[in-house]
């Protein structure tokens, strides 16, 4: 069993940066892969990005390319979302997960923090 719990999140203007951080309890952490997602108000869930459990292997969504970033310690057992260049379509709740395979398809994803809030001013 793993329980996830996310922070960091808050109010940024657009093009500021935020880290997101996802802390896992239980000492499983490190067999999972993880990944962030989000969800806008009106609209569905969306992947964001993922981290193989060795974190040799990154996957994101275009619309964040190139302005965030996945990373983990297995060791502190978190994973962390730095988030840069923020734009107002940014504004959503980010949940981080904990899948058995390296996916961005959230029907695989076992586990789930409650979501942290993300708001990006013009």
């Known amino acids: 069993q793993v329980q996830l719990v996310e922070s960091g999140g808050g109010l940024v203007q657009a093009g500021g940066s935020l880290r997101l951080s996802c802390v896992a309890s239980?000492?499983?952490?490190?067999?999972?892969?993880m990944g962030w997602f989000r969800q806008a108000p009106g609209k569905e869930r969306e992947f964001v990005a993922g981290?193989?459990?060795?974190?040799?292997?990154?996957m994101y969504a275009d619309s964040v390319k190139g302005r965030f970033t996945i990373s983990r310690d297995n060791a502190e057992n978190t994973v962390y979302l730095q988030m840069n260049s923020l734009k107002p379509e940014d504004t959503a709740v980010y949940y981080c997960a904990a899948s058995s395979s390296f996916t961005g398809a959230a029907r695989w994803y076992k586990y789930w923090g409650q979501g942290t809030q993300v708001t990006v001013s013009s």
């Open positions: 239980g000492r499983t952490f490190s067999s999972y892969a």
């Open positions: 981290i193989h459990w060795s974190g040799g292997s990154l």
